[in-house]
């Protein structure tokens, strides 16, 4: 299994994580929303290290 479907992997149950637990896709608009961008911002991340690891 590569870094990189792991990383989608773990992004993937932190996404149905929030969005059963935390309610972060609720109608009411909070600073839990930041919890979203911040999460898919930490993806990118391991996503673009995954890719610049397996290009070696």
Do not use: N, V
């Amino acid at each position: 299994m590569s870094k990189s479907t792991i990383a989608i992997t773990i992004y993937i149950i932190g996404l149905i994580f929030g969005a059963l637990f935390l309610d972060l896709w609720s109608a009411e608009t909070s600073p839990k929303a930041f919890i979203g961008i911040f999460w898919t911002a930490i993806f990118l991340i391991a996503l673009f290290y995954c890719d610049k690891d397996e290009k070696k």
